[in-house]
């Protein structure tokens, strides 16, 4: 059996195809040329597993998105209280490039928005650091939390060089405060280097999970970043990463976000997900139009907002699996949402059962939200698909409603079929 996720992927980037408002960035020449029908989704598990769908090959700047990362290797390099020093923490409600400093202490007032993020990236590699030294530091840190070594778009880097005035504005500006030491033109450059750094959606969505795992790159293993750093960096993600949009995004999606002009947005669940979008065409805040209505589908679908009242943390839901003469039982426990199905899909897809029924026991089972029914009844469908026969133990209905993606019925078999042996279930 195959995990029916990167399905789900699909018939979400189905449903956001047809939109096709907003606008490719063209402030950056070369980003103006991208192909606006480029869409990709892919998520990854802070238990490792990578899902994607689309175009999902095609490689992008990472512009923006970059912010909270090299945010949270300064508060890692620095601390808290050196990294406050130079940037606040509060949401400003301003646009990305906006040329605003904070009116008492001349401190960008967030890392998300430009001035804080040129004045950030001065942080990376010590004060004494070359352009090329501190671009590298963030490059090869970068490229471990993706799990794999990143490039460079030299055309797009070189076109917003080109066209960086505004940028080199805010530079100035934070040097004339002491903000920032390096020469304004140095200090620009850097930050754009650091925006034209290549990724695709997976990628992102890898990255992304390593901030909602506490700094645990789930793919690799490697340990990037402290739980603490990751904390911080989520909460102002939370409040600040979709610019003047961030209150509506948090109200409609609840889920920390971070965009990028080229198009890439990512999402962070702290401790369930990454989720990553892909597609060039923006909307008068500088986010990804279908992006930002497929993160409104995901989030609805599959009762991810972070300020639902739905119960999240779970116990590991599988309790046990048992061979049963001819027939396999997954004993599952606690609620079943969507990072449970999916540990509960991944399971059933990785085991090598010869055309054995297959019987999910949710006696356990204490609640579950819809995606996570969906996605054990698609799971069961595609069992049967493959030749098992298929069945719930379901005392006290959890399932519902009992249909299948095909209209057919999921079996359901009383409890005392499966009695294993001289133990109750
Ligand atoms: N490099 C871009 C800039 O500084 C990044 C902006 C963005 O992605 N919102 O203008």
Redo the contacts with the bound molecule.
Sequence with gaps: MKTPIPFYLEEILDKVRYSDGGAVADYIPELADANPSYLAAAMCTTTGNVYSAGDKEERFTI??ISKPFVYALALQELGLDAVREIVGMEPSGEA??ELSLNAEDHRPVNPMI?AGAIAVTQLINGVDSTVDERVERIRSYMSRLAGRELGMDERVCGS?LEHSDR?LSLAHMLRNYGIIKDEAPDAVTTY?RQ?SLLVDVRDLAVMSATLANGGHQPVTGEKILDTDVCRLTLSVMSSAGMYDGAGRWMAEVGIPAKS??AGGLLGTLPGQLGIATFSPRLNKE?NSVRGVEAFKLVSRDMGLHLMSTEERYGIAPIRDIHEEEDTYVFRLQGQINFNAAETILYELADQDFDNEAVVLDMSGVTGSNRMGRRMLKEGLRRLRESGHDIGVVDPDNRMTDLKMSDGTEVPVHDMEDYEIAGEEI
């Design positions: 512009q923006s990305f490039n430009n917003e940028n754009i925006c990028g002009v500088g």
